[in-house]
């Protein structure tokens, strides 16, 4: 069964704190990516990857950068956590090519006091 | 740009009634159209997915989706709703003219309340 996996269901954080997100998948795809997800504003793309070491900035970049040094890992990093980045993370993979559905991890829910 | 229009936030039928859940969409070249749905406090689940071929595409648990292309919308739909259908539904789409690589984009969701 195909699958990914982040690292935390819930975690609590302070302000300031340095927060690391993983996010592991199995599939051996090409592409990973980091969405944020808050009520009324759906899903939002944080960063992607299409390649080990390769990453491209999304719609919301801002507060945040990633880190792929393996096919397999794609870690989500908060520099310095606020209180407006309490949401829920999601992490995917997909294939290249672009046909192929992304597959998503089960979320972790950040919350940052 | 790409985007992804759910109209209706939220979406209240009653069981064993028809259930429609509207998306429509704005893509500069070809789109491919995915349907995700999320249960509480979990990831999207993949439903079905348009590429190519017939217009009518067939998916998880039920459901389908039209592809219209004059109306640029990408509506979900099932016969006979159950309860246990009720969930939060997204339309996401990626425009592949440019980069098979290019990332979902998806709208803001809908939620579903199907009523016993």
């Known amino acids: 069964d195909v699958k990914v996996t982040q690292s935390s269901r819930y975690l609590v954080k302070r302000t300031g704190e340095k927060v690391f997100l993983e996010c592991v998948q199995d599939?051996?795809?090409?592409?990973m990516f980091w969405y944020r997800q808050d009520p009324g504003l759906g899903l939002r793309l944080i960063y992607f990857s299409y390649d080990v070491k390769m990453k491209e900035k999304g719609d919301i970049p801002e507060g945040y950068s990633v880190s792929r040094e393996k096919k397999e890992r794609f870690s989500l990093i908060l520099e310095s956590a606020s209180t407006n980045q309490t949401s829920m993370y999601l992490c995917?993979?997909?294939?290249?090519?672009?046909?192929?559905?992304?597959?998503f991890g089960q979320g972790t829910r950040l919350t940052v006091v | 740009a790409q985007s992804v229009a759910q109209p209706e936030d939220q979406v209240n039928v009653a069981e064993g009634n028809p259930l429609t859940v509207k998306c429509t969409y704005s893509?500069?070249?070809?789109?491919?159209l995915f349907w995700y749905v999320q249960y509480p406090n979990r990831g999207l689940q993949f439903l079905l997915k348009y590429i190519t071929g017939d217009n009518l595409v067939k998916g998880s648990y039920g459901f389908e989706a039209e592809f219209n292309k004059s109306q640029t919308s990408f509506h979900l739909k099932k016969p006979s709703a159950l309860v246990s259908d009720s969930a939060l539904y997204f339309c996401a789409v990626r425009d592949i003219t440019f980069s098979g690589n290019t990332p979902l984009v998806f709208g803001k969701g809908t939620r579903l309340s199907v009523i016993a």
């Open positions: 893509v500069s070249g070809n789109p491919y």
């Open positions: 599939m051996d795809h090409e592409n």
């Open positions: 995917a993979s997909s294939l290249t090519g672009g046909f192929g559905e992304a597959f």
